[in-house]
């Protein structure tokens, strides 16, 4: 039995996403062995020194063990954990998202002890998964249920972005350039047989990328749900800086470094003031474009500009805002969740303005569409045309939003 429980212990860690593989238990089950099994904390300090890659996983690790191998009642914990609590005297404890999530996928269906078993047959010809039915959903259009299913869904995908090739060289084992110095280095070492050739290819990158988020009220639903998909980016070690901005710029980057997506997202809601507010784009591009737009926008990067548009003041600022992003930027897409109307026309006066300065439009309303942005970001060319050229010239064929 200890051997089993030791398996579902660090089964239950790997769903909560800890990097863990079948020979951590091999090694935990390894470890026993040499420590006094009846010590509790002995057997806490073996397993979290075979588990824990990190000290932000600790808390997360020791409310794991202390749920599944102490209390054996570990489905009420999980309804207290899944329901909030007030208390009176001292503040409720700290609720962990991840993992009351692994614990619902591993908690057992209730059956009565005088049901008997039946044998169920179901047919589903031409159905859909739940994955693919969230991800086609609109986020305001999802349930509290679903949402945190979707929360799930974007927190174990790890999304990973193209790489730039540049003019550098790096050694490599085979390639296009012949190194002649290693290669007449590696022939000195080998005393004087020139038996292998050294090689040089083009050195790779990834390109950096800038998020600027609307977080206006219009924008509240859309917001998270992009905060969540850019927390895996930043996991996935991208060059990735984060803006938010609604009547002002607050830079968030280094919020959303957390390893645990609802730990990053509670203290973005902590820092920023005007969530769900109102909106002054211009004024906000216009705080990036003197404070950080040299910093971050080096080096070939492309800026995500996520909003719907729509700004009733200061119109003519923030045309000259964002023609003066258009120069700092090697690329700027629109991510609107407006597109996601059929009927979609560029009719308010903030969207005019914006349209003219940038290099693509995509819809950002649901998963599909956010997970299509690693296929667009892939693409790192840049039109032709000038920014000039491009504000005069007429559009041809169909327009970008379709």
């Not at 996983?57 to 054996?72: C, G, K, M, T, V």
């Not at 998964?129 to 986020?139: P, V």
């Not at 969530?275 to 211009?282: D, E, F, P, S």
């Not at 897409?333 to 914006?354: C, D, K, M, S, T």
Request: some cysteine; glycine content about 4%.
């Amino acid at each position: 039995m200890l051997a089993r429980n030791v398996t579902h212990f660090t089964r239950l860690l790997r769903d909560a996403g800890f990097g863990l593989s079948p020979a951590h238990a091999v090694d935990a089950l390894d470890a026993l062995r040499h420590i006094d099994i009846g010590a509790r904390s002995e057997v806490r300090a073996a397993l979290a020194a075979l588990m824990l890659s990190g000290p932000d996983q600790r808390p997360l690790f020791d409310a794991a063990f202390d749920l599944f191998w102490r209390d054996p009642d570990w489905e009420g914990k999980l309804r207290a954990m899944l329901l909030p609590r007030v208390d009176a005297g001292a503040p409720p404890p700290r609720r962990s998202n991840r993992l009351a999530d692994a614990l619902a996928a591993r908690q057992p269906a209730a059956r009565r002890p005088d049901q008997p078993m039946r044998e169920e047959r179901f047919t589903a010809p031409l159905t859909f998964s739940d994955r693919e039915r969230l991800a086609s959903r609109d986020f305001e259009t999802l349930t509290a249920d679903e949402w945190r299913a979707l929360q799930h869904l974007v927190r174990t995908r790890r999304a990973h972005l193209a790489l730039q090739r540049t003019r550098r060289l790096r050694a490599a084992a085979c390639g296009t350039h012949a190194d002649l110095r290693a290669s007449a280095r590696l022939a000195v070492r080998q005393h004087g047989e020139w038996l292998r050739w050294k090689y040089r290819k083009r050195a790779e990158r990834k390109p950096p990328v800038v998020l600027l988020l609307d977080i206006s009220g219009s924008m509240s639903q859309y917001s998270r749900a992009v905060l969540y998909f850019c927390h895996a980016l930043m996991q996935s070690r991208e060059r990735m800086h984060v803006f938010l901005f609604g009547t002002r710029l607050t830079n968030v980057t280094r919020a959303l470094r957390e390893r645990d997506p609802d730990d990053a997202v509670t203290l973005i809601t902590e820092q920023v003031r005007d969530w769900a507010g109102g909106t002054r784009i211009g004024a906000a591009l216009a705080a990036f474009n003197r404070q950080w737009a040299r910093r971050t926008l080096s080096g070939r990067a492309t800026v995500l500009f996520a909003s719907d548009g729509i700004d009733l003041e200061h119109i003519d600022l923030l045309e000259r805002e964002m023609a003066r992003l258009r120069r700092f930027a090697h690329r700027i897409v629109w991510l609107n969740p407006l597109l996601r109307y059929a009927e979609f026309a560029p009719q308010a006066r903030g969207i005019q303005a914006i349209l003219p300065h940038v290099d693509a439009l995509r819809p950002a309303h649901n998963l599909d569409s956010l997970l299509a942005l690693e296929t667009l970001l892939a693409d790192t060319g840049r039109p032709p045309a000038p920014p000039s050229d491009r504000q005069t010239a007429p559009r041809q064929g169909n327009p970008p939003w379709k």
